[in-house]
Protein backbone atom coordinates (compact mmCIF):
# COMPACT_ATOMS: atom_id res chain seq x y z
CA UNK A 1 0.00 0.00 0.00
CA UNK A 2 1.31 3.11 -0.86
CA UNK A 3 1.73 6.08 1.92
CA UNK A 4 3.05 9.74 1.46
CA UNK A 5 3.63 10.93 4.58
CA UNK A 6 4.50 15.28 4.12
CA UNK A 7 6.49 17.03 6.69
CA UNK A 8 8.40 20.67 7.25
CA UNK A 9 5.45 22.47 7.84
CA UNK A 10 5.39 25.31 10.76
CA UNK A 11 5.14 28.85 11.59
CA UNK A 12 7.72 31.28 9.91
CA UNK A 13 7.91 35.19 9.55
CA UNK A 14 7.10 36.58 5.70
CA UNK A 15 10.63 36.73 3.81
CA UNK A 16 11.72 33.36 5.56
CA UNK A 17 12.25 29.86 4.39
CA UNK A 18 10.92 26.39 4.64
CA UNK A 19 11.63 22.83 3.25
CA UNK A 20 8.74 20.31 2.96
CA UNK A 21 9.34 16.74 2.59
CA UNK A 22 7.19 14.20 0.64
CA UNK A 23 8.74 10.32 1.97
CA UNK A 24 6.88 7.61 -0.18
CA UNK A 25 6.61 4.55 1.05
CA UNK A 26 5.16 0.97 -0.77
CA UNK A 27 6.08 1.85 -3.85
CA UNK A 28 9.36 3.91 -5.94
CA UNK A 29 8.80 7.34 -6.73
CA UNK A 30 11.23 7.18 -9.65
CA UNK A 31 9.56 7.68 -12.94
CA UNK A 32 6.40 8.51 -11.18
CA UNK A 33 5.17 12.24 -11.78
CA UNK A 34 4.71 13.67 -8.35
CA UNK A 35 3.33 17.23 -7.14
CA UNK A 36 2.36 19.59 -4.57
CA UNK A 37 -1.19 20.96 -3.98
CA UNK A 38 -1.84 23.34 -1.22
CA UNK A 39 -5.52 24.32 0.53
CA UNK A 40 -5.52 27.54 2.28
CA UNK A 41 -7.72 28.85 4.89
CA UNK A 42 -11.70 28.81 4.09
CA UNK A 43 -10.63 27.59 0.39
CA UNK A 44 -12.72 23.92 -1.02
CA UNK A 45 -10.28 23.28 -3.17
CA UNK A 46 -6.32 22.55 -3.67
CA UNK A 47 -4.60 24.53 -5.46
CA UNK A 48 -1.46 23.26 -7.80
CA UNK A 49 1.99 24.37 -6.67
CA UNK A 50 4.39 22.16 -8.14
CA UNK A 51 4.78 19.04 -9.98
CA UNK A 52 7.79 17.19 -10.67
CA UNK A 53 7.41 14.33 -13.78
CA UNK A 54 9.99 12.08 -15.78
CA UNK A 55 10.01 12.34 -19.18
CA UNK A 56 14.07 10.91 -20.12
CA UNK A 57 14.63 13.46 -17.38
CA UNK A 58 12.54 15.35 -14.66
CA UNK A 59 10.69 18.50 -15.75
CA UNK A 60 9.25 20.67 -13.07
CA UNK A 61 6.37 23.07 -13.38
CA UNK A 62 4.91 25.84 -10.84
CA UNK A 63 2.39 27.69 -10.12
CA UNK A 64 2.49 31.63 -11.45
CA UNK A 65 1.93 32.23 -7.50
CA UNK A 66 5.26 30.54 -6.82
CA UNK A 67 7.46 30.74 -9.70
CA UNK A 68 10.98 31.98 -8.94
CA UNK A 69 10.78 31.27 -5.24
CA UNK A 70 9.70 27.83 -4.83
CA UNK A 71 11.63 24.86 -5.93
CA UNK A 72 10.43 21.08 -6.32
CA UNK A 73 13.00 18.42 -6.80
CA UNK A 74 13.26 14.91 -5.47
CA UNK A 75 15.74 12.15 -3.90
CA UNK A 76 15.46 8.76 -5.49
CA UNK A 77 17.76 7.37 -3.53
CA UNK A 78 15.68 8.41 -0.22
CA UNK A 79 12.44 7.89 -1.93
CA UNK A 80 11.41 11.64 -1.15
CA UNK A 81 10.14 14.43 -2.53
CA UNK A 82 10.80 18.13 -1.14
CA UNK A 83 9.36 21.81 -1.65
CA UNK A 84 11.85 23.98 -1.04
CA UNK A 85 9.75 27.37 0.05
CA UNK A 86 12.16 31.22 0.15
CA UNK A 87 10.52 34.80 0.37
CA UNK A 88 7.53 33.20 1.60
CA UNK A 89 4.52 35.53 1.94
CA UNK A 90 1.31 35.45 4.18
CA UNK A 91 -0.61 33.91 1.26
CA UNK A 92 1.16 30.98 1.18
CA UNK A 93 -0.58 30.19 4.48
CA UNK A 94 -1.97 26.94 3.80
CA UNK A 95 -2.05 22.90 4.17
CA UNK A 96 0.37 21.94 1.96
CA UNK A 97 0.37 18.26 0.44
CA UNK A 98 1.89 15.81 -1.59
CA UNK A 99 0.34 13.75 -4.30
CA UNK A 100 1.42 10.80 -6.82
CA UNK A 101 -0.98 9.23 -9.68
CA UNK A 102 -1.29 5.59 -9.27
CA UNK A 103 0.24 4.45 -12.37
CA UNK A 104 3.29 5.63 -13.51
CA UNK A 105 2.07 5.69 -17.31
CA UNK A 106 0.15 8.71 -15.82
CA UNK A 107 0.13 12.15 -14.85
CA UNK A 108 -1.64 14.84 -13.09
CA UNK A 109 -4.73 16.54 -15.66
CA UNK A 110 -3.15 19.92 -17.20
CA UNK A 111 -4.78 22.73 -17.60
CA UNK A 112 -3.65 26.39 -18.85
CA UNK A 113 -2.05 27.65 -16.11
CA UNK A 114 -1.44 24.13 -14.08
CA UNK A 115 -2.19 20.73 -13.17
CA UNK A 116 -5.29 19.40 -11.46
CA UNK A 117 -5.35 16.31 -9.44
CA UNK A 118 -6.64 12.90 -10.58
CA UNK A 119 -9.94 12.03 -8.85
CA UNK A 120 -7.54 8.67 -7.43
CA UNK A 121 -3.87 10.24 -6.74
CA UNK A 122 -2.82 9.33 -3.94
CA UNK A 123 -2.08 12.15 -0.89
CA UNK A 124 -0.42 13.10 2.61
CA UNK A 125 -2.22 13.91 5.24
CA UNK A 126 -0.61 17.52 4.82
CA UNK A 127 1.99 19.88 6.18
CA UNK A 128 0.71 23.13 7.66
CA UNK A 129 2.63 26.01 6.68
CA UNK A 130 1.78 29.50 8.35
CA UNK A 131 3.86 32.42 7.14
CA UNK A 132 3.17 35.80 9.86
CA UNK A 133 3.63 39.44 8.38
Known amino acids: QVQLVESGGGLVQAGGSLRLSCSAS????????MGWFRQAPGRAEREFVA??????????YYADSVKGRFTISRDNAKNTMYLQMNSLKPEDTAVYYC????????????????????????WGQGTQVTVSS
Open 99 to 122: AMPRSALTSFVYYDGGFSPNDDDY
Open 51 to 60: VIQWSGVDNT
Open 26 to 33: GRTINGYA
